[in-house]
């Protein structure tokens, strides 16, 4: 695996405070990648490959200050890892957020497992919405408040579930094992979630954000703001132009090539729709 520029990446994020392999280190870490590194898809959405190189991730998500998604951000999360001295074993889960119990699913997303002094711990900083912003335990059963939410890992016979807590309850987000994951199994699932045409990372324009107390997400044409023990906002942006300047102001993305037209289509279809209900 080809070495991060770490500098590049602290820079990236405006991470100032000394480096070790220790939890404070690895809080500080998770906490500013979530406030600056936006999730998006946007690539996917495009049609256009996703890479899931050491330089290709670097490239883009530091360099071209863009985002991505799991496989993206954890793989450049863990490579930072790798390059402070921390032990990292990299997972796969199931995803099981707004999933029927009788429906399968493929272990498609990509997490961490992190190992300080003898203590495991749950690190995953591309979830979306409802990515955790703070490392969790994972073999605490108590819930594990965290800056944006409350968080509670279950297991049973070696199976491990993330639930988060949401005002009417607790929201399964997925399940996982802590069977070791290699790069070539993330190179087949990042080959089906961004070219599958059921995938939504295909069909849909997504992207999160953590901006201070606040989460925010986009989901084609709809904006929602998140703040602890409140309901959500949502916000209808009206055509392509709103939706691009929402890029750049809640997610700080600046809109690649071709997305303005793909919008365009995005929202005359919006608009069909609304006109047919």
Not at 47 to 59: C, D, F, M, N, Y
Not at 165 to 194: H, I
Request: hydrophobic fraction near 40%.
């Amino acid at each position: 695996m080809t070495p991060i520029d770490l500098q590049q990446y602290l820079q990236r994020i405006a991470f100032q405070q000394s480096l070790a392999p220790d939890l404070d280190t690895l809080s500080a870490l998770v906490q500013k990648h979530t406030q600056t590194i936006p999730f998006e898809n946007l690539d996917a959405y495009l049609g256009l490959p996703v890479e899931l190189s050491t330089e290709v991730i670097q490239h883009k998500l530091v360099g071209q200050s863009r985002g991505g998604y799991c496989y993206e951000q954890n793989a450049l999360f863990r490579s930072v890892l790798n390059a402070i001295g921390m032990q990292v074993t990299s997972l796969a889960a199931r995803v099981r957020w707004g999933v029927p119990e009788e429906v399968e699913t493929p272990a498609s997303h990509m997490l961490l497992l992190v190992n300080l002094a003898g203590v495991d711990y749950l690190v995953d900083v591309g979830f979306g919405v409802t990515t955790p912003t703070a490392p969790l335990q994972l073999n605490k059963r108590e819930v594990q408040v965290t800056p944006h939410g409350n968080y509670k890992i279950t297991e049973q016979a070696g199976s491990y579930e993330l639930a988060f807590q949401q005002a009417d309850g607790w929201l399964t987000l997925y399940r996982f094992t802590l069977q070791p994951q290699q790069n070539a199994d993330y190179k087949v699932f990042n080959w089906y979630v961004s070219t599958h045409p059921d995938s939504v990372f295909v069909k849909n324009l997504v992207a999160a954000k953590v901006i201070d107390e606040r989460r925010y997400t986009l989901r084609n044409n709809e904006l929602k703001c998140y703040r602890q023990g409140h309901p959500p906002q949502v916000t209808v942006l009206a055509g392509a132009e709103q939706i691009q300047t929402c890029l750049r102001d809640y997610f700080n993305i600046t809109p690649p090539a071709g997305l303005y037209n793909k919008l365009v289509q995005l929202t005359e279809e919006q608009a069909l729709l609304a006109d047919a209900c």
